[in-house]
Structures are given as C-alpha cells and as structure tokens.
C-alpha cells in the first residue's frame, strides 16, 4: 500500500521561525547601528529614509512570526518568498548607506545558506542570482556614504577593491549552493533512511508478535477443529450428504490444511531452500486455494497474455495473496480479478463491488488492529502489506470510478525466462 509522503509541512512552520528570530537580531543590530551613527559618531546617514525602511521590516517580520506560530500550512514557495523579501529589504538599506562599499553587504550569504540548506536546488540558485543581481547593481546605484567608502585607495585600486568584493560574494555564494545544498541534500536522505529502518524494524516487531500469536492460536485451533470434524462426520452419516452440511465439512478441512500450511511455511522458511515454480501454475494454486474457501463468491478471472516463466516465491507470499482477495471477498459478492507479469513483476488487480474506502479509512489502512469489520481482527492487509514490501513488493488500494475498491498487488519475479506464449 502507498504510504502518504511525509509531511514536511511543520518543518517549514519552524524554519519559518527560525526565520522570524534571525530577522529579529538582525534588525536590532540594524537599529542601534543607526541610533549609533545617528548620535554617537554620525557620518550622514539619511537616517528618515532608513527609519522608514526599518520600521516596515520590523512590521513585517512581526507579522511573519505571528504567522509561523499558526496552524496554517507553509510551501517551500512561501519559505522562498520570505527569503526573497530579505534580499530586497537589505538591499534597500544597502542602498541609502553605501551600496556594495559598505561592509555589511555579505550579510546577503545569510539567505542563500538558508535557501541552500532548507530549499530545493531551485529555488537556491533562483535566490542567489537575484542575490547577484542586487550586489551588482549596488555597485553602481547608491547613496555614497563617504565615511565607510574606502577612500584612502586611489581610484583604480578603489574599482579593484570593490570589484573584488563582489567577486568574493559570487564565489561565496556558488560554495555555498553548491557544496552545502548537496551537504543538506545528503543528510536529509540519510534521516529518510533512518526513517524508513526505523518503520521496518518497528513493522517487523509488530509482525514477531503477531507470529508468535498465531502460532500459538494455531495450536489451540487443532483440539476444536478435531471436535467439529467429529461431529459432522455424525451428521453426515445421518442427513444423507446434505449439501449444507458437505459445505461445512469442506470448511473444516480447509481449515485443518490451513493449519497445517502454517508449520510447512515456517520450516520452508527456515530451511531457506525455495524452489522454482512456473509463475502460471503458482498463481493458479492460489487462486484454486482461495475458490475453495469462497464456493459462493462469483468471480471473474482473467489471465493477460504474459511470458511462461519459473519464479521463486517465499511460501508467505501466498498467504498475503489469499488475505487481500478475502478483504475483496468480504466487500461484495462479485470479484473481478486480472493477472499479468513480465520478466520482472507480476500484477494482480482485484476489483470488488463495495462501498468502496471514505478518507477515514484511507487514513488508517495498513495500520494493526484496525478494521471496519464487525469481527475482522485488522491484521490482513497490515500483514500483506508488511509481508509484500519485505520482499520488494507493494499493495495499492483506490476507490474504482464505477464504484467498490482496486487492490493492486505488485511482486518483483526471481525468474528464468521459459518461452513466449503466443
């Protein structure tokens, strides 16, 4: 079954955030670098227009921390944007104090390493052009302050000096998108693989304490199912081979097989020594094992034209099989099923005629325990789910347009090519 992608939509809230405090110190440091230059050792700043421009940013990043202290979702567009605007807000005080010879200009690295570390490759080359353009334009477009201008230099060594500023800033900023956005890129992948252990180890947990479950239910089964084959093997002898009572008998059976399935799977298992079995022959012993076990259900099944072909198929395979056609089963008393492979993947598409899935069990499908059958135990699918994927497989479930449910099953195939049926 697919899994919904994780949602890093919180994690974007907290950048947000994160965001929020960074402008804070920023513009403190920004205001009291003012009030200093303004009356400490004023050097003719205008100091209306950078109030101005101060006072909106400080609004804004008021705004924007209220905002990422909401439950509203927050894109990587949005993310974006807001480093955008600090871009453009620096640059304008850049402007009204120096352009590109004022010393704080490297303060635009700060947004670009943020862009690198928490964006896509996109955007962080997006920002860091526009990040470029600006620092180009500052070059030519500014209110001198002669103060912090370098103007000890001549002027060629001044052109120099400033040219090679911004080419310190370029080759900052293409380090920084290109070595630390590979540096993020490499530790997120490494925390989805965490993840994604971490799920396994807890799924197979989950499936150890289920086994050690079943087999000991299946070793109380045995003394009931001997007691009811007893009894009807009685009435049996004294209806004259009603047909209810035969259904009732081959269910008893079907059973005690099942059971004894069970301790040929587990040693199968352990012995580690699976043979190949042409994949046509296999699927239809599944099937054949499940028609007996629903006599009544009608179904319809269809074969695709697919390659003859040996595979090899762990005996818990079949089980997973059997559960997610017994929750079509369940679901309506028709069954369509078709089947098709390739020299890599087996396909089986089971469409039911049910209700179909609303979004509440959509959300909690795959999960233990939970069923929205009156006696279901809420283990099949999370068990076929649990075992599929062990073995590279997949389960996806989809309401059908028409109405019911599609359960597609997909199976990598160990196999060795035979022929090609025509």
Known sequence: MKKNQPNNNSATRENLYVLSLIRGVALVGQILALLYFTWVQPIGLPVAEIAFVLSVYASLTAAIWVRSRRAVPIGNAEFFIHLLADIAFFSILLFFSGGASNPFV?????????????????????????????????????????????????????????????????????????????????????????????????????????????????????????????????????????????????????????????????????????????????????LARWQLMRPLLQTQIQFHNSPAMSAVFHPTIAQSILNLLNNAADASEKVDIEISWNADTATINIRDFGTGLDAEKMATLGQPFVSDKAEGLGLGLFLSQATLTRFGGSVILQNAAEGGTITQITLPLLTVAVSKVS
């Open 106 to 286: 490297s303060y635009m690295l700060i947004p670009i390493s943020i862009a690198a570390i928490t964006l896509s490759r996109g955007y962080s080359i997006a920002l860091t052009a526009i990040a470029l353009i600006c620092y180009s334009l500052l070059l030519k477009y500014y209110v001198a302050i002669v103060a912090i201008a370098p103007g000890h230099h001549q002027a060629a060594d001044n052109s120099l000096h400033i040219l090679g500023m911004w080419a310190n800033f370029a080759i900052s900023a293409g380090i920084i998108i290109y070595f630390i956005s590979r540096m993020a890129a490499t530790l997120k992948q490494q925390e989805q693989e965490i993840a994604m252990a971490r799920d396994a180890q807890l799924r197979d947990e989950q499936l150890l304490a289920v086994g050690t479950l079943a087999a000991g239910t299946a070793h109380e089964l045995g003394t009931p199912l001997n007691t009811m084959k007893l009894i009807v093997d009685e009435m049996l002898l004294d209806t004259d081979n009603h047909p209810d009572v035969l259904l009732l008998n081959q269910q008893i059976e079907q059973c005690k097989i099942t059971l004894k399935q069970l301790l040929t799977t587990a040693e199968e298992s352990q012995s580690h020594q699976l043979e190949e079995q042409p994949v046509q022959v296999y699927l239809d012993n599944v």
